[in-house]
């Protein structure tokens, strides 16, 4: 089983939509868990850190269930220029970061 | 300063030259990380140092080589690569080693082995 796992995609979606990524991992110790965002030939970026809690950044909403080892991004009214590849990521023992394979999003007009 | 420098941007090389790439940060973080990605593949780790010392090789053939030299600068010296080797070589850096610490991506060095 993959460390983290998420559906490729792609998601065609049009501006305004509502669009929901879900993400699952394998190590129940992991720790930090974050949303990337990587646009075409570009390094990824961080989008946002996911807490038990949730946490919202305006349009983005991220959700982690530690019972379930789940991790969730909703991006509300989407806008053309959210078109890219999510990447969900947890963190590792070493400091380093663990990617699921992305995935990609097409905002339509 | 926020930024990691990645030099250079882009890259050819035939199987037979030897190379580098070069990474540099001024944010005094204290570990840097080499990354390997693929076309429409997302980023698997090939390199940790921390406080200048490597502490996570992933297995990486010996043709790939890491150097720190010190705290604010990471190389990668590149010798005989085959052409699957080609990808985009990514160096980040963040603080204490801590995934949830500053973890900060350089842009990248686009190579391509011919």
């Known amino acids: 089983r993959k460390e983290v796992e998420q559906d490729p995609g792609p998601f065609n979606v049009p501006e305004g939509a509502t669009v929901a990524f879900n993400c699952t991992y394998s190590n129940s110790a992991s720790q930090s868990f974050f949303w990337y965002r990587q646009d075409c030939r570009k390094e990824p970026k961080l989008l946002m850190s996911v807490y038990s809690s949730g946490n919202e950044d305006g349009r983005f909403t991220a959700q982690l269930n530690r019972a379930s080892q789940y991790i969730s991004l909703l991006i509300r009214d989407s806008k053309l220029s959210d078109s890219a590849t999510y990447l969900c990521?947890?963190?590792?023992?070493?400091?380093?970061?663990?990617f699921g394979k992305g995935t990609k999003l097409s905002v339509k007009p | 300063d926020t930024e990691v420098t990645q030099t250079p941007k882009h890259l050819v090389m035939g199987m037979t030259n030897k190379k580098s790439l070069k990474c540099e940060q001024h944010?005094?973080?204290?570990?840097m990380y080499w990354y390997k990605q693929k076309a429409k593949k997302p980023p698997e780790l090939m390199f940790v140092y921390s406080y200048e010392k490597l502490s996570i090789n992933e297995s990486v053939p010996s043709r790939f080589s890491p150097e720190c030299p010190n705290s604010s600068l990471l190389n990668l010296h590149l010798h005989a690569l085959q052409p699957e080797d080609s990808a985009l070589y990514l160096c980040?850096?963040?603080?204490?080693?801590?995934?949830?610490?500053?973890?900060?991506f350089g842009s990248g060095t686009r190579l391509t082995v011919v």
């Open positions: 980040a850096s963040s603080q204490e080693g801590r995934a949830n610490y500053g973890y900060t």
């Open positions: 944010m005094g973080h204290r570990a």
């Open positions: 990521v947890m963190g590792g023992s070493q400091g380093n970061l663990i």
